[in-house]
């Protein structure tokens, strides 16, 4: 577990602001808004800055005690990847498995079997597509096995099934482990994740198991098909999603009641939970123009 208290660190435009979160074991997903402080937060994490103000504490140890031996045990993929372009993937990884301490290389050969690059190995970074580079750089951040996971966007740029691989593996390797990783996709993530985090300005506005983060929300999701006027009639920021289909429009909405006749109760997803949230008290006067 990773505590924080009373942690303070300037933004630009504000601070991130933390009085007290803890960060459990499994894989834990941050949301929020661009400029949010998810990025500034994972960096903090990951030791790259130092808090201002506060404390972070790694299973009850602090980075002043034993920076070395704490940075051993985290692993931390960014959102803007460098890699060594005139390196071929499996130098790469051999080059940077040493920086860690990390000379097994049947430690490398598993990885590239569980990210499906073998085929890769022994070509040069510069030739290969940015999804592939976000695998390797996944697979760098996993080296050293360790025990704390940051991650910053870390599906970037990968098609479908990179995206399934990851978070399959990512869901597998959480287990007894602490990983934090900021998304945008939250519903790709739902079998997957135990814990969702919430930063909006700075500030926590939600930590707790995935269960939590869809229940007890100010709205209710309807969903099911209207007449081309009643779509007319509906106020833009209600909708999650819609589309023509030959009886009229299929909808997904928010609302404290039934909005329109013949629309049934959904149950919200995570994208849903988040939609809903960020809209805060003022969704509690939602008004339709007509039924």
Request: proline share 4%.
């Amino acid at each position: 577990m990773i505590v924080l208290e009373n942690v303070h660190q300037p933004l630009g435009g504000f601070t991130l602001q933390i009085g007290r979160l803890r960060i459990h074991r499994g894989l834990t997903l941050l949301v929020g808004s661009n400029g949010a402080g998810k990025t500034t937060l994972l960096e903090l994490l990951a030791t790259l800055q130092m808090p201002r103000r506060g404390s972070i504490l790694y299973h009850q140890r602090s980075a002043a005690e034993d920076l070395p031996l704490l940075r051993s045990q985290i692993g931390y993929v960014p959102a803007e990847i460098e890699l060594y372009e005139e390196m071929t993937v499996y130098k790469l990884l051999v080059y940077l498995a040493e920086l860690k301490g990390v000379y097994r290389l049947e430690r490398i050969e598993g990885l590239l079997r569980d990210f499906r690059l073998e085929a890769s190995r022994n070509v040069k970074i510069k030739s290969l597509s940015l999804g592939v580079r976000r695998r390797i750089a996944i697979v760098q951040s996993l080296l050293a096995a360790p025990y704390f996971l940051f991650l910053d966007e870390p599906l970037n740029a990968m098609d479908s099934a990179e995206r399934k691989l990851a978070i399959a593996y990512l869901s597998r390797y959480a287990v007894g482990k602490t990983i934090l990783a900021a998304v945008h996709e939250l519903n790709e993530w739902e079998a997957a994740a135990d814990h969702i985090l919430w930063l909006d300005q700075g500030r926590v506005r939600f930590e707790g198991e995935r269960e939590l983060w869809t229940s007890d929300l100010p709205l209710k999701v309807w969903e099911g098909v209207i007449s081309q006027e009643n779509f007319g009639a509906v106020i833009e920021r209600n909708l999650l999603l819609f589309r023509e289909v030959p009886e009229g429009m299929y909808v997904r909405l928010v609302g404290k009641d039934r909005p329109f006749p013949g629309l049934i109760e959904a149950e919200p997803g995570m994208e849903d939970a988040y939609f809903v949230r960020q809209r805060g008290r003022s969704l509690e006067n939602i008004e339709f123009r007509g039924k």
